[in-house]
């Protein structure tokens, strides 16, 4: 585990006692899942980084009308008050992620918790408004 990863892990173990959950960080991943088994947030220290990086499936986009839908996600990302520092990106599933990342050198435990929070609650919006756009665009 590398030093980025293991201040990572310390700050899941904080968050973990704060949740009343055990998180671990393994190959430097962690995927949290909500209540509906949706994922919530993967956190993530690539071996070779100092930064945390978060991410999380939106929705999968296979078989949707691609023109439309990166349309919508490039208008979203230059939406800088909406998506707070966030970004949408296709991986290679096709399934639309939201990300962001911060450098983990900056981060104590209160303020790993006030990013993993407040990132899962965005993850929350931009998941209903997506939805909800995706079927206003196969309605009309």
């Known amino acids: 585990m590398t030093s980025a990863q293991q201040q990572a892990a310390r700050l899941l173990q904080h968050f973990s006692q704060f949740n009343h959950t055990r998180l671990t960080l393994n190959n430097g991943i962690c995927v949290l899942n ?4 949706q994922e919530a947030a993967v956190i993530e220290v690539p071996a070779q980084s ?3 990086l978060l991410h999380c499936q939106i929705v999968n986009l296979q ?9 919508l996600m490039l208008l979203l990302n230059f939406e800088m008050a909406a998506m707070r520092g966030c970004w949408l990106a296709l991986d290679e599933f096709d399934n639309l992620r939201l990300c962001t990342q911060h450098p983990l050198d ?9 990013l993993l929070t407040g990132y899962i609650r965005q ?3 931009v998941r209903a408004f997506i ?5 206003d665009s196969q309605a009309a």
């Open 34 to 37: 909500d209540a509906q088994g």
């Open 123 to 125: 993850v929350s919006d």
């Open 63 to 71: 078989g949707e009308e691609r023109p439309a839908i990166y349309r």
């Open 131 to 135: 939805t909800q756009s995706l079927a």
């Open 106 to 114: 900056t981060l104590d435990e209160p303020g790993f918790t006030s």
């Open 50 to 52: 100092d930064n945390l």
